[in-house]
């Protein structure tokens, strides 16, 4: 029993059907959490709400590319795939689709840095230099990530020379029942430079986040002090709920994406009975990471959850109250 569900895990029939079902459950929650975005978003948090519908929109997007778009099927463990989705059944070009789905995947960190920075400039320095130089920054970003993501497409090897070695050194993907010529070799031989470019690339938006993180963290605990004496309990349990929100909203997607990034290198160095089966649960794992960020947002932003309460549970919403004792700061934490 457990053989035959490891075996159809390892299969790509299997493996597009889990897919399909995944995204026949993430779909709505990603349209719920975009008409929250949209429409429910509190007068409090109209500053944030566009960078919050775009960090919203890359992750489902990768969700959906992933899951039902293109379903890109890896050839453990090799630098290989091919599509299943329906972009594929509908004649889109391999290269194109995993151009797509590494700048998309690529795009999802750069935008938790923008919604970062924009709390960070709406909350402390809108007032400072920094806001000239917040737009260069935020474009710069994206650049270089569509930049490496272009390099790496105007990389990838001539097919018929690539797949032909591809077999020859991995003869056991002709079970997969699939054409030759759906098949992509991203890379044949991942040389030390490209690794260096990859880690380089990755390790700066990696310290982004982390600084902008810090630095909010840091500043909103320093303001909370300073003020504590000057507004009520309630107000500053409110704070500290804000923190610990945006600490769990960013921190546990983060945390679905590389999992399965670290786990694969480990698994790399063992000793796998079925290092395919185990490389789709890995990615099955990984695109369920836009769906736990929408839900997450949806509990713990109060507006969205008082959304969802009134629509499904048929209760009436609570008006949201503003606490303006504290000052400028408190009339803009919730922002």
Request: charged residues 15%; glycine residues 4%; contains cysteine.
């Amino acid at each position: 029993m457990v053989s035959s569900i490891i075996k159809f895990i390892g299969s790509p029939r299997g493996y597009s059907t889990i897919f399909y079902v995944i995204s026949g459950i993430s779909f709505p929650i990603h349209l719920f959490g975009s008409y929250c975005i949209l429409f429910q978003t509190s007068a409090t948090m109209k500053s944030v709400k566009w960078t919050l519908f775009n960090l919203h929109f890359w992750s489902a997007a990768l969700d959906l590319s992933i899951s039902f778009l293109a379903q890109p099927f890896f050839c453990t463990p090799t630098m290989a795939a091919f599509p299943l989705g329906v972009l594929s059944l509908i004649g889109v070009p391999n290269d194109l689709l995993m151009l797509s789905i590494y700048t998309i995947f690529m795009l999802v960190p750069v935008s938790i840095i923008s919604m970062f920075e924009n709390r960070y400039f709406v909350l402390f320095v809108n007032r400072g230099c920094w806001r000239y130089f917040r737009y260069p920054f935020l474009v710069a970003n994206y650049i270089i990530v569509i930049t490496y993501c272009f390099i790496i497409y105007l990389e990838i090897p001539d097919q018929e020379i690539a797949i032909k070695k591809l077999f020859k050194k991995y003869p056991r993907f002709y079970n997969f029942e699939i054409p030759v010529s759906s098949f992509i070799v991203i890379s044949d031989e991942d040389r030390s430079w490209q690794k260096l470019r990859r880690i380089s690339v990755i390790s700066f938006i990696l310290l982004e986040i982390i600084v902008f993180g810090i630095l909010l963290r840091v500043k909103l605990k320093l303001s909370m002090k300073k003020i504590a004496s000057s507004i009520s309990s309630k107000t500053l349990q409110m704070q500290k709920r804000f923190i610990k929100a945006l600490n769990l909203q960013i921190a546990i997607p983060l945390i679905v994406i590389f999992v399965p990034i670290i786990a694969g290198m480990i698994f790399k160095a063992l000793s796998i009975v079925n290092p395919q089966a185990f490389s789709n649960l890995l990615n099955f794992y990984f695109s369920l990471h836009g769906v736990l960020s929408t839900i997450l947002m949806l509990y713990l932003q109060n507006p969205y959850r008082e959304a969802v309460l009134s629509i499904f549970c048929c209760r009436k919403p609570v008006e949201s109250k503003i606490f303006t004792t504290a000052g400028k700061f408190s009339r803009k934490s919730m922002t």
